[in-house]
């Protein structure tokens, strides 16, 4: 049984073009799910201010020329094929507008979704991210990449699988907990 009160989540915003994204971040909070109640919210519909019964956040986007998307790369990405018509706002978007709050004790961590033939190629939403986090004062706990074969995915089981993980490590490290029965 965890030893966090059920009054404390996780939030997991996430932007999302072919839904490779969406599938990683359902991934992560089944892992958190584990340890702490968790949930998926698409970035178009995240509060501006993180609420305050949540005790960590994070953050994923695909990574779309070497970092976060921008509205000309989401277009883009639309006429390729996206499932999802292109939103004005895009993790970078939100990041930018949200106002910081709880700086000392919200955690945040950080993923993307990146095509797995480029591994070794620099830029990463996830980084980017991150970085960005940090400079509102946030403490970061980790930052993730996930690949997809090529633009459109699919997404590899074995990498949902690993998200799965990761979202547990997460929530164990957070939490300091067992799972929740």
Known sequence: MSNVSESV???????SMFGNTERIARA?????????????VPVNQAPD???????????????HAFSMSRLSTRQEAWKQGGLVTPVEVGIRDWL???????????????????????????????????????????????SESFFVNGTTGPIRDVELE????????????????????
């Open 49 to 63: 201010v993180v609420p305050d019964d949540v005790r960590l956040l994070v953050v994923g986007g695909p990574t």
């Open 9 to 15: 989540r996780a939030l997991i915003v996430y932007e």
């Open 162 to 181: 690993r998200a799965g993980r990761w979202g547990a490590e997460l929530g164990r490290s957070l939490t300091g907990a067992a799972k929740v029965a």
């Open 96 to 142: 930018a507008a949200l106002k910081p709050t709880r700086v000392e004790t919200l955690r945040v961590a950080t993923f993307d979704t990146r095509i797995a033939k480029v591994r070794r190629l620099p830029g990463s939403a996830a980084r980017s991210a991150a970085k960005l986090l940090r400079r509102m004062g946030y403490r970061m706990l980790t």
């Open 28 to 40: 992560v909070r089944d892992g958190l799910r584990q340890y702490l109640p968790a949930d998926t």
